[in-house]
């Protein structure tokens, strides 16, 4: 029989902070990690992950407690409160167990191996995440948040403690015996995960598209019920198949169709933040209303992106609004004074008038307080933003009664219905509105504000730096340009070692001191490739093509293909894995796909394409079955597939005729081209370029005069100086019908 079945513990499906006091009481204080110094003072005797715990254990022979979350966990601060402050539960696990702190962001090699394990034996997985584990790492339990006491049934905190450490005592061997299995599970996971590489297969575009239609909501957009992600590399995929020349037209209409509706649903709903821009990180129920309140960087990185692009394709300036909102939040809440962005904001608040920590306290009105403030003018704002005298939160999306007779803003009225509702011409209430926002803004300024969590992440940074430079393009934004390279200095001046040629995985005051994993390369990569798309200086185009060459030596797998996600060489990571699903964050290897890809061509470096190529083709087991479980994959596969195209730009950046040209080629959805400068006051570096990109590149540096080159397949066309003959070539393929 197993350990679970010997606890009869079912599956549980959820995710979270303690409120530390003043004297530290375990070895965490030394910690960079915010979500570790939070534990720093708890009673429990927490080590972090490291070879010290790992002694202990084995000297000892003592089972493992690991716990893992991150500072701005909801479910996490809950665990916290309920057992890790408590004195009774601290005293049982120091007397009986070595216990981990880990912070995911920190180290996510260690959380990918064990939530494997986890999703793998419960079938679920979230955050706090908990597995004991033998002194040899090897897991022998696990789930996520457990309440302290029993609860319906169910064995809570305190009881698996104990029945652990006594199936430990009584009977060690069939528990090591467990441990050795499910390690063995682990190893022959991660050894199949490229088992069978594939060819470039472009019908299973065709695939991704079909479950993305199958399962979208027609109704309130998205897709499937509740909870609702927003899960970006969907919206991405669907924005190149929007464009793709092989598909049918009705492919085309109605990826757009799915794309609009679900960024609509989610601008309209309590996803988004009404007042300060930027989007929460999930709905919790199927209508975008009820949000799981906490920001994270990624999320708006990579939704500033995908708005910028529905906006490319459609030339709707809502969608721009959307997109520039959510980095002037970014630039306003989350960044560092010397250019990095800080990883995250809390889902829990004070509330200012109980003192109470709570989620969303922060964010939701009464309709009193909102009359407060806004007197005459609250009428059209509560009608414009649903608010409600009894609060605007349904029973059945609030089981803890958090927001009871609380409001969460919405935008689902549009200026027009307003203005007929509340018999006031439209200009009026889209001035009322915009006036209302900034004086509740300014009200919201003067609450407590959630937890900020400070650490620099670099793979989170590379994102942020994507969309900067796709928006500065996209939107014409010289702040978003300027804010992106800062960001990237940032990250040279403080997470990029030049004498040893690694990069680092965080920063809070000073480097932190773990090496950077395989996603802090590739999406640092990306970020450096968009960035110098944006502002044409070699220096990031060099840096990203010297990263990749690090990114290959150190992850790459040259018996399978594709990347793992970890270096090798750690003895704490019982397992190297390869991720194989893009969730919130894309997998590395998915990225990278598309960077080598991208690299090749801006470069002229077919063995970056022939690798950009057999890492798609390593994960076929994956995508092959199951393609919308990596639609970032997809479209790299997209973009393999393609016709290759290469626009060499020259010119100096102050000529209006140059900049014309750019911005011909800016506000255009092209997914299928790179763009190659060849700037007057810029060096190209010797050697960085090769065939016909360096042979492009000298024809347009000896023109006197701006002009654009556009190659497609390997063969480029005369160079153009007139924007209408530009635009007559970037116009997209007839569709094959």
Not at 135 to 150: A, C, N, R, S, V
Not at 250 to 277: F, I, N, P, Y
Not at 521 to 550: P, R
Not at 611 to 636: D, L, S
């Amino acid at each position: 029989m197993s350990i679970a079945a010997i606890l009869t513990l079912g599956p549980l499906a959820v995710t979270a902070e303690n409120n530390p006091g003043s004297t530290a009481r375990n070895h965490l204080a030394a910690e960079q990690s915010p979500y570790l110094l939070q534990h720093a003072e708890n009673p429990v005797d927490w080590y972090p992950w490291g070879q010290e715990a790992f002694a202990r254990a084995r000297t000892e022979q003592k089972p493992i407690f690991l716990s893992i979350g991150y500072s701005t966990c909801h479910w996490c601060h809950v665990m916290a409160r309920e057992s890790f402050e408590n004195e009774e539960v601290a005293a049982f696990l120091n007397d009986h167990f070595i216990s981990i702190k880990v912070d995911r962001e920190e180290r996510p090699d260690v959380d990918r191996v064990y939530m494997t394990y986890v999703q793998a034996t419960t079938g679920g997985g979230g955050w706090p995440m908990s597995v004991w584990l033998t002194p040899d790492l090897q897991p022998i339990y696990g789930g996520t948040y457990f309440p302290t006491d029993d609860q319906g049934g169910r064995p809570g905190f305190l009881s698996i403690l104990r029945k652990l450490a006594e199936l430990w005592e009584d009977d060690r061997e069939r528990v090591v015996a467990q441990g050795d299995h499910a390690a063995g599970i682990l190893r022959q996971y991660a050894a199949h995960a490229t088992r069978a590489p594939g060819p470039l297969d472009p019908d299973k575009l065709r695939a991704c598209y079909e479950y993305l239609w199958e399962s979208f909501d027609d109704t309130r957009g998205g897709f499937g019920g509740a909870p609702k992600f927003p899960r970006p590399a969907n919206l991405l995929f669907l924005h190149r198949m929007a464009v793709s020349p092989s598909v049918p037209e009705k492919v085309r209409t109605e990826s757009l169709r799915m794309s609009r509706e679900t960024h609509r649903a989610m601008a309209a709903g309590g996803m988004m933040d009404q007042l300060g821009g930027g989007f929460h990180r999930y709905s919790v129920d199927a209508i975008w209303h009820v949000p799981h309140f906490e920001k994270m960087l990624y999320d708006q990185a990579q939704l500033a992106w995908s708005y910028l692009e529905l906006y490319q394709l459609t030339g709707d300036k809502a969608w721009a609004t959307v997109a520039a909102g959510v980095l002037d939040y970014v630039e306003r809440e989350l960044t560092h004074p010397g250019g990095g962005f800080y990883s995250a904001e809390d889902a829990d608040s004070l509330d200012p008038t109980t003192g109470e920590h709570g989620e969303g306290r922060f964010y939701t009105w009464s309709a009193d307080e909102v009359r407060e403030v806004l007197d005459k003018d609250a009428e059209v704002f509560m009608v414009h933003h649903g608010v409600q005298d009894d609060g605007n939160v349904a029973a059945g999306a609030d089981p803890q009664g958090e927001f009871r007779g609380m409001n969460i803003l919405t935008g689902r009225r549009t200026i027009a219905e307003t203005a007929a509702q509340t018999g006031r011409p439209e200009e009026e209430v889209a001035d009322l509105l915009e006036r209302s926002r900034q004086r509740l803004l300014d009200r919201r300024s003067q609450r407590p504000h959630p937890h900020l969590d400070d650490k620099i992440i670099t793979a989170w940074n590379g994102l942020m730096i994507s969309a900067l430079a796709r928006n500065a393009r996209g939107l014409g934004r010289p702040e978003d340009l300027q804010a992106a390279q800062r960001a990237a200095g940032f990250l040279r001046e403080n997470l990029w070692d030049p004498k040893t040629e690694r990069l680092y995985r965080t920063y809070r005051e000073s480097r932190g001191e773990v090496e950077g994993f395989c996603e802090d390369y590739a999406y640092l990569i990306q970020g450096l490739i968009d960035l110098y798309e944006a502002d044409g200086s070699m220096v990031w185009l060099e840096w990203a093509g010297q990263l990749q060459g690090i990114q290959d030596l150190l992850f790459w797998d040259a018996e399978g293909g594709g990347y793992f996600s970890s270096a090798a060489g750690d003895p704490g990571v019982l397992v190297r894995m390869k991720e194989d699903y893009d969730g919130a964050e894309p997998a590395p290897s998915s990225v990278a796909a598309s960077n080598l890809i991208r690299l090749s061509r801006m470069l002229g470096r077919n063995d970056l394409e022939d690798r950009g190529r057999k890492t798609i083709e390593a994960f076929a087991a994956q995508w092959g079955t199951n393609p919308q479980a990596m639609p970032q994959m997809m479209m790299a596969l997209d973009l393999a597939v393609r016709p290759s195209r290469e626009i060499v730009l020259n010119g100096s950046r102050a000529d209006p005729r140059y900049q014309a040209l750019r911005s011909e080629i800016d506000r255009r959805f092209l997914p299928d081209a790179v763009v190659v400068h060849a700037l007057d006051d810029e060096v190209i570096p010797k050697g960085l370029f090769a065939g016909i990109a360096a042979e492009s590149l000298v024809v347009a540096a000896e023109s006197a005069e701006p002009l654009a080159r556009v190659c497609q397949d390997f063969a480029c066309r005369l160079p153009v100086a007139e924007v209408s003959e530009l635009a007559a070539l970037l116009e997209p393929a007839k569709p094959v019908e």
